[in-house]
Structure formats: structure tokens, C-alpha cells
């Protein structure tokens, strides 16, 4: 019975929302009908009460590919209670992500606004810790739901700020954007960990020690969250970390005997047990007898990430080109799929083009609420309930500003691209119709097509401060969300090298404890010579990375400069030592610091004999390890 109010509520609200511009949609209705339907549809809704409203779970994964599930043709990864949810519901061939990363995806998903409009359009975090938060006044899923009578819940990882460097809250974290419940990673950078040293629960550390698997404790947050809140309606946003890496997982389980990579092993095993555990909290829903009311949304944030070679071994993308970071559509396609039985009906297909920036008009009018400011998304909620959808999208757009920055538009069967910004604005151009996988270039046979899309580019995109384009080679400007991260009048002086200290590591040699398999090349000359770029080695994650500098002969070393990566990326070191040696066997350790500095000036005050410095990491769990540049200075005589 509760199905088909919901169904009849659905329609009562798509006639209307279908009569609110009768000469944009060519019906002629008489102002009557119209006042009748406005006031039937609104005693429908007061009639539901909040008893009634549907419940709202919306899972989100992370780095999770179109090609890594079953329902999209997986083999190898088993994703037996996803693939089942997928027939059930409707699967969407043509819904996207709000990015090709994960912040500004998530942003995009939290405020409806697509990467030209929003806030956070890289990855690049306010320094030192944690994302450039959203702002204060920003119009979130959560606030919405929270004004429409829902009890609202995050649990995962948030990514969109809220840590300050001195430990404080700001306004970026959930609790204060419209969740009354938090549990998870607010920092995406220690989200990279699956058994980190804390998590957050509201706005307080739960103190882990590195011993227990963060997504496990997601999901019985998640469990428990459902069963207290079995009597209202709720919003939770379960926003899973897995399969991101680290390659991390308790048990291999069934794939424990495959004769497979022992990396592609953990990848599959986390994605099945991220599997697994959708399921169980379905089952709690059933036994709840919550089902019928509960509309459940998955999705991933963007692409497959490919690291270890996954991209190839599994193809994770499937039959798109591309992956994480990339605007083709590997990158920003997303594997969505909605079930609500009674309601959504089983074994649909859905190619309406969408994206996460219409979840907020989704949920408001599926709720009722309004949208308290601009957004640039579109209800879909008649697309969910297998309704003609009379408002589409001219086109959808995206912008990055990671690595380098590049554009992408999706205009009916054509998807225009920008590969690289700073060489200009060169579209590339596919017929996804024909060529889904986007492998042959029509830029030249359709010269007007492409110029439509260069100017829904140039329409779309309004300029951001934390993107300056006076810093081409930086792309993100460090400062402005050194500002907006609330670090406003904190200079970056870097101190002086005294006088009388010679440098005298210009010719050693370096070792490293590891070096990452993606970004791990090592560039020693800039580590010990130039100082520049943003760094000189990646290690592994590991508790206590390390890197070693051979003075080839033994040195009255009185200092050292140490420069830390630049760019506010995530991983700034942090936590550093710095130990000298005469034999590279008996360390003493000459320094140490907790603080996420750009520049440490090491003065040792007196001389100390020594031809190794060894520069390292010693943390309660795993990390990566990379500077910008090391000078070892020693007595000049």
C-alpha cells in the first residue's frame, strides 16, 4: 500500500512540476485545473507526514570502475548482492560523476553545482590538513533533508574540509553542513589508510591505534544508524572508501588460491567485501520492514584509479576509455544504479543524462523541500519513477584542475574533450553513439559541433580565486586556501642558511627503504641539487619510510635544510627524524618534529662527524614519504 501512495505522491508531483511552465512544454492548461492539482498534491504530502516519507540511503564508492561489477559484464570480481540489487532496480547508462577525483565529486554531489560553479575543483588541499573546506553558507543534501524532517547521517569518508591545522573544527565538517551524525574520515588524505589511527564520530576522535579495518566499522555504524532511526525518516550517506587504495584487507577470502598478483588478490577482495556488506545492510532493511520505503541509490565517485596495473588486469573501465583523472568516460561515468521495490520497477534501464549535481533537485522535490539557492542540477526523480523526464540537460560539463587541467562536455551523443588546458583549447570529439569507447577523433568532419561545445565550456565555467590563472604551472593557489581553510595572515618566511655552512651534499648518493610502483621515480639530482619541482622520491606506504644521503666521506655536519612538498597536495610529510651516521649502522638521531612544516632549518650547534643522513618518517601507521629537497651542510673551514 505504502508503494503505491508513494507512486500515486511521485505523479501527482511530476503532473506538477510538468504544468509549472505550460508554454515551455506546449500544454494548455486551464488555471483551474492547475490550482486543483497544486492543492490536491499538497494534501497528498501533508497527508504522508514525516511517517511516511521515503527513507533515503545513498551509497557511494570510492575509485569504484564501470567495469569492476558484475551487472556491467565483471567476471573476475564476484558482486553477487550488487548485481542483484541492479536487477532489481534501474540501472543508468548515462549518469555521471561530479568529477574525475574525489573532493570535488563529492562537492558537487553536496551542493548540486557542477566543477565550473563549484567550490572545490581539485583534489589540492587547504595546507596542511585536510580539503579547502565548502563554505559555511553552501546548500548541502544534508541541510535540505534536515529542513524536510529528516534525521541525516554521514559515515565514510567526507573529504570536503573541516579539520583546522591546530586540531579545531571548522565549518567544512559534516556537523556543521546538515548531518547529525558523523562517523568516518573527515580528511581524505587519512582516508588513504584502512586502519588508521582515529576516526570521527561526531566531533570527537575514537582513538583506534592502527588496529582496526575502517570500512567494518562503517558498516555497523551504518546498521546501527538504520535500527535507531527505524520510526522517522532518514538520510545516510554511506560513502565507502573502498576499493581506493591502500591495498588493505583483513582476508583474502575467496580469492586467497587465485594464481593472481598478490595486489590484484586485496583489490578483489575489498570490492567484494564492500559487496558483502551492501547486502547485509539490505537485509536490515527487510527485517526492519523498511524496504518498501527506503529509496537505495549506489554509485562511485569517479573512475577506476588503475593503480598496480588493476586497470588492465580487471578491466575496471570496461568497454570506456580512460580512468581516475581522465574527462573521458572512464573517469566521470559512474556505475548508478536506484532500487525501491513497489516503486522503481525491477529490471529497468534508464539512459537519461545525469549527473551528481542533480541529486539535491532530486531529493527536494522527492521530499518536498526546496533548494535554497542556485544549483545547476535537474530532478530526475521522474526518470526514477519511469515517467517521461520533461526537463533534460542541454549538455553536462566538467572542469580539472589536477596534473593538468582539462574540460569535458557531454552534449547529447557527443562528448567533446580538453585534454590539457594550457596547450589551448583543442576539443577532441566522439560520437558515443557509435563510439563509446572514444577512440576515433570527429573534431575535423564536425567543425560546428565542436564550437557548440566550446562555448558551453567557455559558458560554463566562472572563475575560482583558488584556481588562479595567473599560476599556469601551479594550477591551484596555495594561498587563497591557505585563506578560505582559515590560515589567513600565517606567512610562509622561510628561514636563512648561515653563512658559514658549506654544502656539501650536492654529489652524494641516495637510497630509499621503497619506492611507490606509480609514482615512485626517483629524481635525485633535484633532491640533492635544484630544489625544484614538487618532489624527488614517492616511497610505498610504509610505518617508517625512509631516505638515506651518502656524503661519500665522512663530514663535520652542522645542519641541514629539508624542504617539504609545495603544492598542498594530500600526504604533506609530516612527523619527520633526521639521524647521521659515520658506518650507515649506528644511527643517532639529531632531530625530530610533529609539524607539517614547508621548510625545516636543522642546526645541530656543534659539529658532528658523519657521512650518512638518514631523513625518515616514524608514525603509528602506514605513509607515504616525499620531499621536494635535502641540503646537508657541514663546517666551512
Given amino acids: ?75 573476475m570480481i564476484q558482486t553477487p548482492q550488487l548485481d542483484a540489487l541492479a536487477a532489481k532496480g534501474m540501472r543508468f547508462t548515462a549518469h555521471y560523476c561530479g568529477s574525475s577525483v574525489c573532493a570535488p565529486s563529492r562537492g558537487s554531489l553536496m551542493t548540486g553545482k557542477h566543477p565550473g560553479h563549484g567550490y572545490i575543483r581539485a583534489n589540492s588541499p ?37 579539520e583546522k591545522p591546530d586540531g579545531t573544527l571548522n565549518y567544512g565538517f559534516p556537523t556543521k553542513q546538515g548531518f547529525d551524525y558523523f562517523f568516518g574520515y573527515a580528511d581524505q588524505r587519512r582516508a588513504h589508510n584502512y586502519y588508521p589511527a582515529f576516526l570521527w564520530r561526531n566531533e570527537e576522535k575514537v582513538q583506534l591505534g592502527g588496529k582496526v579495518y575502517s570500512h567494518d566499522l562503517m558498516t555497523e555504524e551504518a546498521l ?23 591495498y588493505q584487507v583483513p582476508d583474502l ?39 518498501e520505503n527506503t529509496l537505495v541509490i549506489f554509485n562511485s565517485d569517479n573512475g577506476a584509479h588503475g593503480e598496480q596495473g588493476s586497470e588492465k588486469f580487471f578491466n575496471t573501465s570496461g568497454e570506456l576509455r580512460g580512468i581516475k583523472r581522465s574527462m573521458y568516460e572512464g573517469g566521470v561515468r559512474s556505475p548508478m544504479f536506484a532500487y525501491w521495490p513497489g516503486t522503481i520497477r525491477a529490471g529497468t534501464v534508464s539512459d537519461h543524462m545525469s549527473a551528481f549535481w542533480d541529486m539535491l533537485s532530486t531529493f527536494s522535490e522527492l521530499t518536498g523541500e526546496p533548494v ?27 572542469e580539472l584542475y589536477e596534473r593538468v587541467p582539462n574540460q569535458g562536455v557531454r552534449m547529447g551523443k557527443w562528448k567533446g574533450v580538453v585534454v590539457d588546458r594550457r596547450k589551448g583549447q583543442k576539443i577532441e570529439l566522439y560520437d558515443l553513439t557509435a563510439d563509446e569507447g572514444e577512440q576515433k577523433d570527429l573534431a575535423n568532419e564536425y567543425p560546428e559541433v565542436v564550437e557548440r561545445i566550446r562555448q558551453a565550456m567557455n559558458d560554463s565555467h566562472e572563475p575560482s580565486p583558488l584556481w588562479d590563472k595567473s599560476f599556469p604551472d601551479r594550477m591551484f593557489n596555495v594561498d587563497a586556501a591557505r585563506n578560505a581553510s582559515g ?45 625544484e619541482g614538487k618532489q624527488s622520491f614517492h616511497t610505498d606506504a610504509e610505518k617508517a619510510p625512509w631516505v638515506i644521503i651518502d656524503l661519500k666521506q665522512a663530514q663535520p655536519v652542522v645542519g641541514l635544510e629539508i624542504l617539504n612538498r609545495p603544492d598542498g597536495h594530500a600526504g604533506r610529510t609530516r612527523n619527520l627524524h633526521v639521524w647521521i651516521s659515520t658506518d650507515g649502522k649506528n644511527w643517532q638521531q639529531v632531530f625530530k618534529t610533529d609539524k607539517a612544516e614547508r621548510q625545516w632549518l636543522v642546526d645541530l650547534h656543534q659539529p658532528k662527524q658523519a657521512r650518512y643522513v638518514k631523513i ?22
Avoid at 616 to 637: D, I, M, Q, T
Fill in 126 to 162: 587547504g595546507y596542511p590538513n585536510g580539503q579547502t573546506p565548502i563554505p559555511a553558507d553552501s546548500e548541502t543534501l544534508g541541510k535540505l533533508m534536515q529542513r524536510a524532517g529528516y534525521k541525516t547521517a554521514c559515515i565514510g569518508k567526507w573529504g570536503l574540509g573541516g
Fill in 224 to 246: 546501527k544508524f538504520v535500527s535507531e532511526n527505524k520510526t522517522r525518516p532518514f538520510f545516510l550517506y554511506l560513502a565507502y572508501t573502498i576499493p581506493h587504495t591502500k
Fill in 487 to 531: 590560515i589567513a595572515n600565517e606567512k610562509q618566511v622561510f628561514a636563512k642558511v648561515p653563512s658559514d655552512w658549506k654544502w656539501v651534499s650536492r654529489d652524494g648518493t641516495v637510497s630509499h627503504s621503497s619506492l611507490s610502483a606509480e609514482w615512485g621515480v626517483p629524481h635525485n639530482h633535484t633532491l640533492l641539487t635544484t630544489m
Fill in 253 to 291: 577470502g575467496q580469492y586467497a588460491d587465485k594464481d593472481w598478483p598478490e595486489k590484484m588478490k586485496i583489490h578483489a577482495a575489498m570490492t567484494s567485501r564492500m559487496d558483502r556488506d551492501v547486502g547485509r545492510l539490505m537485509q536490515q532493511l527487510e527485517k526492519l520492514k523498511l524496504s
Fill in 372 to 398: 535554497r539557492g542556485d544549483t545547476d542540477g535537474i530532478s530526475m526523480l521522474p526518470s526514477l519513477l519511469g515517467r517521461p523526464q520533461p526537463q533534460k540537460h542541454d549538455y553536462l560539463y566538467w
Fill in 1 to 75: 500500500m505504502l508503494g503505491v501512495t508513494l507512486r500515486a505522491v511521485g505523479e501527482f508531483k511530476y503532473r506538477m512540476s510538468y504544468r509549472q511552465c505550460p508554454a515551455k512544454y506546449g500544454v494548455d492548461l486551464k488555471m483551474k485545473q492547475f490550482e486543483w492539482l497544486a492543492i490536491f498534491c499538497a494534501l497528498s504530502l501533508a497527508a504522508m507526514g514525516n511517517a511516511h516519507k521515503p527513507n533515503i540511503v545513498y551509497v557511494l564508492c570510492d575509485d569504484l570502475g564501470c567495469g569492476e561489477v558484475g551487472y556491467n559484464g565483471q567476471e
Fill in 616 to 637: 625518515g618518517l616514524v608514525n603509528s601507521e602506514p605513509e607515504y614519504f616525499h620531499l621536494k629537497g635535502v641540503k646537508v651542510f657541514a663546517e666551512k673551514h
